[in-house]
């Protein structure tokens, strides 16, 4: 995995704020950006065309670093899945080798460095989407794009929900349960190296439908939070929003992704935030608010606003996870071992089709950074134990 060494952005455009990061490396896997002396090396590198229109070929090349011999890949544009303001997802199939892949395409600025693409290369967990490798590609307007091949992975939380909704069903537990987790694991793994997501939402939170295994995507909006540094407030998208960010505040930190990922846990209880925050809450999200009028709702309880079936333990930790005061939310790895997880530590649970559950404890060093030994003690049940032999159990 790459090292952790990334330098902090100093350069912020806007809402979204992915493109706009220091200036642009000479070369990104051996693509450089056109200019007249370096045209005809970039011929094998950079693809003409859209490449989005179904059946269309795209035919790049990978490799030829560190000794690496270069090797031609072509990709067939089958389907789009997504679009917006920063471009496009289309889902692909490499013609080498049968491989799904997802293809997102990105406008880029020729004076600067994409900074979801330096963020991916930083990744490397089971619960994060992977990045396989990008090329670049042009239209007849000379416009430049960035196209990030990650893997493919089928659903989405946000369908996932929506598909028991429609049906008048409550989401099975223990999807809750292990969606949730997974997304804690991967939020534990990200902020442990210094990344912020800034946009989780069910729409980003990709599953396989076969294993429930839950991936983390689209780190359009993540960066590397500095102390000290301010940052955008208008970030996030709206339901899943931290008061901080919305109260305008500009050094925030990590907390504001557990933030969200209550509101998501509280979405698939069916549950919704209600109340109003007292001034020293206030103060903790944005000093300057603290003499605002806010209407005095009074404040909801928790066990009220869930369905009385709703586990006890659930309402604990949306609770927990949904706290105006950024300082007092648990973190992600703190998350991973409340009660509400422990049928996911018990050896005997399986998933409602009868297969086992995804991997849920195969930690690297790098996640347990800093962690105690009693919470680890808690976090990896002793049957898979040994998924981590480093920690000398």
Not at 98 to 123: C, H, P, S, W
Request: net charge positive.
């Amino acid at each position: 995995m790459a090292s952790i060494g990334m330098a902090p952005s100093t350069v912020e455009k806007g809402d979204s704020d992915s493109m706009c990061v220091d200036k642009l490396p000479e070369e990104i896997n051996e693509m450089k950006i056109r200019d007249e002396k370096v045209e005809k090396e970039m011929e094998a590198t950079v693809v003409d065309g859209n490449g989005t229109e179904t059946g269309h070929i795209i035919v790049t090349t990978i490799g030829g670093r560190n000794g690496q011999p270069k090797q031609t890949i072509s990709y067939m544009a089958e389907r789009v899945v997504g679009q917006g303001s920063f471009g496009i997802v289309f889902q692909a199939k490499c013609l080498e080798t049968g491989e799904a892949v997802a293809i997102k395409k990105v406008l880029q600025d020729k004076r600067y460095k994409n900074r979801e693409l330096q963020t991916m290369r930083l990744l490397d967990h089971p619960n994060v989407i992977s990045l396989k490798h990008c090329f670049f590609s042009t239209t007849d307007k000379d416009e430049l794009y960035l196209n990030l091949v990650l893997e493919y992975v089928p659903e989405t939380a946000y369908r996932v929900a929506r598909h028991y909704s429609k049906a008048n069903q409550r989401m099975p537990m223990i999807y809750v349960k292990l969606y949730t987790y997974q997304i804690f694991r991967a939020l534990a793994y990200i902020h442990a190296i210094g990344v912020c997501h800034r946009d989780i939402k069910p729409q980003n939170l990709l599953v396989n439908p076969h294993t429930h295994q839950l991936k983390l995507c689209d780190f359009g909006s993540a960066k590397v939070l500095v102390k000290g540094e301010p940052n955008i407030s208008y970030i996030c998208s709206r339901y899943y929003r931290a008061p901080e960010l919305i109260f305008g505040a500009t050094e925030y930190t990590t907390a504001i992704d557990v933030w969200s990922v209550g509101c998501v846990l509280a979405e698939l209880l069916l549950g919704q935030v209600l109340g109003t925050p007292t001034r020293e809450e206030i103060k903790c999200m944005n000093p300057n608010y603290t003499e605002f009028k806010f209407p005095q709702i009074k404040a909801h309880p928790w066990h009220k606003i869930f369905h009385k079936r709703t586990p006890p333990e659930a309402v604990d930790l949306v609770s927990r996870l949904l706290q105006y005061s950024p300082n007092l939310r648990c973190n992600a790895l703190e998350a991973c071992i409340h009660p509400f997880f422990d049928e996911l530590r018990d050896p005997n649970t399986r998933l409602p089709n009868g297969r086992p559950l995804p991997p849920l404890f195969n930690f690297k060093p790098q996640e347990l950074k800093g962690a105690s030994l009693e919470l680890v003690a808690k976090l990896i049940p002793e049957h898979a134990r040994k998924q981590c032999p480093f920690l000398g159990f």
